[in-house]
Structures are given as C-alpha cells and as structure tokens.
Nanobody
Framework: QVQLVESGGGLVQAGGSLRLSCTAS????????MGWYRQAPGKLREWIAT???????NYHDSVKGRFTISRNNTKNTVYLQMNSLKPDDTAVYYC??????????WGQGTQVTVSS
C-alpha cells in the first residue's frame, strides 16, 4: 500500500524553480513530522527540510532562503518550493513521515535535475 507519493520533479535550468508535492494517506499525513530528503549520485541521503504537524519548519543550511516547505491539510499534501536552483541541487528527492525521533516511512522519490 503506497502511502507517500512524490511528484513535480523534472529538468530545470540553474536559477529556475520547481515545486515538489508529496501526497500522503490520512494516517501518514497525521505523523508528528513530515520532511524532504535528497540523494545525489554517489552521495549519502541528506536531510533538506522538515515540517511538524503544527506547521513548524526547519531547513538545512544549504537550502535556507531558497526552499520552502509547506503543507495543505485539506489535501493531505506537503510541498517543497525550490527557487534559485543550482546544479548541486540535482538529486532524487524523497518525501518522508515519522515521529519526533525518527522518520519511518518513505516515498519512492522524484528526480530533480538542474542544468548549468
């Protein structure tokens, strides 16, 4: 049973924008936290941003000021608005949900490619 589905990835030029969406089942959307990670080729998966059930957000320094995480409670969807994209942002982006201690559930990922 698929519970987290990402969409919105694609190819964009440097300086451009993309908005990723993560649609969750109701039970998954009610997790303590939801977030985004990314994994570039040959690198470890890294945390990008988190949003709590109450709407509190937190960001990795590398994306602070460029990326915005938000949630639409009526659509069970979490978004990642990505602006001023750089080639270093190229990666597979994963949506995740979990407790305040650790993330438990993961989506299949969506590819983001930023060309220079």
């Amino acid at each position: 049973q698929v519970q987290l589905v990402e969409s919105g990835g694609g190819l964009v030029q440097a300086g451009g924008s993309l908005r990723l969406s993560c649609t969750a089942s109701r039970s998954m959307f009610n997790s303590d936290r939801m977030g985004w990670y990314r994994q570039a080729p040959g690198k470890l998966r890294e945390w990008i941003a988190t949003i709590t059930r109450g709407g509190r957000t937190n960001y990795h320094d590398s994306v602070k000021g460029r990326f915005t995480i938000s949630r639409n409670n009526t659509k069970n969807t979490v978004y990642l608005q990505m602006n001023s994209l750089k080639p270093d942002d190229t990666a597979v982006y994963y949506c995740t949900a979990g407790t305040n201690v650790r993330f438990i559930n993961w989506g299949q990922g969506t590819q983001v490619t930023v060309s220079s």
